[in-house]
T-cell receptor
Framework: DGGITQSPKYLFRKEGQNVTLSCEQNLNHDAMYWYRQDPGQGLRLIYY???????QKGDIAEGYSVSREKKESFPLTVTSAQKNPTAFYLC????????????FGPGTRLTVL | QKEVEQNSGPLSVPEGAIASLNCTYS??????FFWYRQYSGKSPELIMFIYSNGDKEDGRFTAQLNKASQYVSLLIRDSQPSDSATYLCAVKGGSGGSNYKLTFGKGTLLTVNP
């Protein structure tokens, strides 16, 4: 069963704690992305990675960190430096072959108390 | 800064009518255009993509692109209550090395009334 998985679906953390969100894909896609969505807002790009061991900052990278040690995995860490971490986090992957489109995982809803 | 603008809605149409969703973009060099549907609490799912000027049809959905006017639209024919969702317009390519990134609009909420 191919696809993108994110875990957990819901996550609660206390303010000041770091938390890591999981994203795994078995689609053999090269590129992976992390987005953040706030209520009534579009998706904003946090980080993206086009190949293993390489990643670039998106539009709102401050307070976040990522790694890409394996092609299938692109975990996102929300650090205590992120001032407003409560949001819906979406991971996506892209097949660089045609059609050149991004597909999304089910998302993780993070609430910081 | 690239911008993608959508009317936030809500857009309300009766069942069986045509729903028309619009999107404008600021970067004239943008190359690829995507429409995603997002149900409440769920992740976006790709409906259509379009690269060339003109119309592209897929079932009840038609995407229209006019690069001269920097305008892309999505028409949904024979709208059904199950089409009620937020529709996100996304744009790729253009200036600033953005060939690998999508810029999203805030989305238009569509409600189809039975």
């Amino acid at each position: 069963d191919g696809g993108i998985t994110q875990s957990p679906k819901y996550l609660f953390r206390k303010e000041g704690q770091n938390v890591t969100l999981s994203c795994e894909q078995n689609l053999n896609h090269d590129a992976m992305y992390w987005y953040r969505q706030d209520p009534g807002q579009g998706l904003r790009l946090i980080y993206y990675s086009q190949i293993v061991n390489d990643f670039q900052k998106g539009d709102i990278a401050e307070g976040y960190s990522v790694s890409r040690e394996k092609k299938e995995s692109f975990p996102l860490t929300v650090t205590s430096a992120q001032k407003n971490p409560t949001a819906f986090y979406l991971c996506a992957s892209r097949n660089s072959m045609s059609p050149d489109t991004q597909y999304f995982g089910p998302g993780t809803r993070l609430t910081v108390l | 800064q690239k911008e993608v603008e959508q009317n936030s809605g809500p857009l309300s149409v009766p069942e069986g009518a045509i729903a028309s969703l619009n999107c404008t973009y600021s970067d004239r060099g943008s190359q690829s255009f995507f429409w995603y549907r997002q149900y409440s609490g769920k992740s976006p799912e790709l409906i259509m993509f379009i690269y060339s000027n003109g119309d592209k049809e897929d079932g009840r959905f038609t995407a229209q692109l006019n690069k001269a006017s920097q305008y892309v639209s999505l028409l949904i024919r024979d709208s059904q209550p199950s089409d009620s969702a937020t529709y996100l317009c996304a744009v790729k390519g253009g200036s600033g090395g953005s060939n690998y990134k999508l810029t999203f609009g805030k989305g238009t909420l569509l409600t189809v009334n039975p």
